[in-house]
């Protein structure tokens, strides 16, 4: 059964604090492993796909690492409006089928 | 732009109401995948269409959950004989292609059952 675990749970940075989020997963070939973005009451905006390990992809603040077990999200000096729910999904090789984890809440203060 | 819509964006319901809910995806997107999302939790997969074939239906909770996508373009989501356990946001998110590409997520129907 494919699993993915995010960490921490929640995160609270000051403004400029850089630091990272890890998502870990156990699956059965991996086809790509995915960041979102999600702010309440809204729904998952895509921010970046991995398919390979040693891959990375960024995009203004946010860094996206992937290894064969784990993948890093990594915020340079954040900004109050990246804050926001972060969730890491995996598709296995063998369906359409992705499997999301619970996400991390970060909050970063001015 | 057009993105992907859902309607209603709020429905509450009495215990054993049925109810419908609708979803819009990008023109021409083949894919689309129906999630149910809990308070503090990631998406949970429900059902995936590849244009008008239902190809998984897995993760509906019960046989009082049912959807359609019969022109391979406009979807539904069915509950019958709504419990209170089924109260949740439901997403539905759109793929260009088939298979492993990044999703377009409409912006829930949060569903309350009293």
């Known amino acids: 059964e494919d699993q993915v675990t995010q960490s921490p749970e929640a995160l609270r940075l000051q403004e400029g604090e850089s630091s990272s989020l890890n998502c870990s997963y156990t699956?059965?070939?991996?086809?790509?492993l995915f960041w979102y973005r999600q702010d309440p009451g809204k729904g998952p905006e895509f921010l970046f796909t991995?398919?390979?390990a040693g891959e990375e992809k960024e995009k203004e603040r946010l860094k996206a690492t992937l290894t064969k077990k784990e993948s890093f999200l990594h915020i340079t000096a954040p900004k109050p409006e990246d804050s926001a729910t972060y969730l890491c999904?995996?598709?296995?090789?063998?369906?359409?089928?992705?499997?999301f984890g619970r996400g991390t809440s970060l909050i970063v203060h001015p | 732009g057009a993105g992907v819509s859902q309607s209603p964006r709020y429905k509450v319901a009495k215990r054993g109401q049925d109810v419908a809910l609708r979803c819009d995806p990008i023109?021409?997107?083949?894919?689309l995948f129906w999630y149910q999302q809990a308070l503090g939790q990631g998406p949970e997969f429900l059902t995936y269409?590849?244009?008008?074939?239902?190809?998984?239906k897995s993760g509906l909770p019960s046989d009082r959950f049912f959807a359609e996508r019969p022109e391979g373009s406009v979807s539904t989501l069915k509950i019958q004989r709504t419990q209170q356990e089924d109260s949740a946001v439901y997403l539905c998110?759109?793929?260009?292609?088939?298979?492993?590409?990044?999703?377009?997520f409409g912006p829930g129907t949060r569903l309350t059952v009293l």
């Open positions: 998110a759109s793929s260009l292609e088939a298979g492993g590409h990044e999703q377009f």
């Open positions: 699956v059965s070939g991996l086809r790509g």
């Open positions: 991995l398919y390979s």
């Open positions: 999904a995996v598709h296995p090789g063998r369906s359409y089928i992705p499997t």
């Open positions: 023109s021409g997107h083949v894919s």
């Open positions: 269409f590849q244009n008008e074939a239902q190809l998984d």
